[in-house]
């Protein structure tokens, strides 16, 4: 898929032959119903993978189904091989000053480094409601966390430098929104969305926020999700200026992943099936790697050489 102007990869995205690279660990109470849409960041030559788990009950009916979701931390020395760094959420549900807002737990987690600072959004959800939360590290290890700082609003993608001065984050599960702030901690909202489902398209219904951008000399390249009207989840990928962050000026005509193998597909005791869902995204090696959810049930990999190589 090649409809997008200087892409920093080449060609199509091939998905790793042993896919997948994490699955819900049984043992553990609070992910043993899943594992997956995990962020991903380098640091020492490392890969540290955060991670949705999940824990389930096995109601066949989703609507009766009861769960939590905390997320856990993993590491890799080559970006595919990763060992749990603990048996317990490096983030949870349970604890701290706002967990009476988070029963259904703490999700879909995006990290990224902005000047020396580690900063991760995650989306906190009551049964009802999301609110998007936020934490700060210095290690990618212990978390202070801030509480919410966007209600209604969830997927919070920022950008790895700061523009004129401000974070700048794309936001938002149906459309795009932008968001600024001063410091990373408080965050206002721009008034009118930056990007919208199209129809016709592969992103006709939805479109969310994948993992942070990349700032390239063409602009802010962010890797989106979406979903069309069969409930089909694939993922895009679209160019805005640095400029102007507001501004689209391009977007990808046909999806750079789609859902094609049996365990993006089909999982008996899934929230969704058909998806893939990116949300982690490196370079290294002499190529990207992209880490998604697949099939709302374990992370996957897939990999486009750069084309720096």
Known sequence: MEDLEHLPWDGELEKYSDNPVLSPDPSLYWEHGAAYNATAIQKDGKVYLFYRGEDRTPEEDPEQREYVSRIGLAVSDDGIHFQRTSDEPIIDADTGPYAAMKCRGVEDPRVVEVEGQYLMTYTGYDGEHVRMFLATSDDLEHWTEHGPILDGMKAGAIVPQKVDGQYVMYCGDTNLWLARSDDGINWNRDPDPVMKPRPAHFDNVLVESGPAPLVTDDGILLVYNSCDDTGRYNAGAALFSLEDPRHLVQRTEGPIL??????????????????????????????????????????????????KE
């Not at 099936?273 to 099939?295: C, K, N, S």
């Open 258 to 307: 789609s859902p094609t193998e049996d365990y993006e597909r089909d999982h008996k005791h899934a929230h969704l099936t058909d998806v893939v869902f990116i949300e982690g995204m490196v370079e290294r090696d002499g190529q990207y790697i992209f880490y998604y959810g697949a099939g709302d049930e374990h992370v996957a990999v897939a990999t486009a050489r750069s084309r």
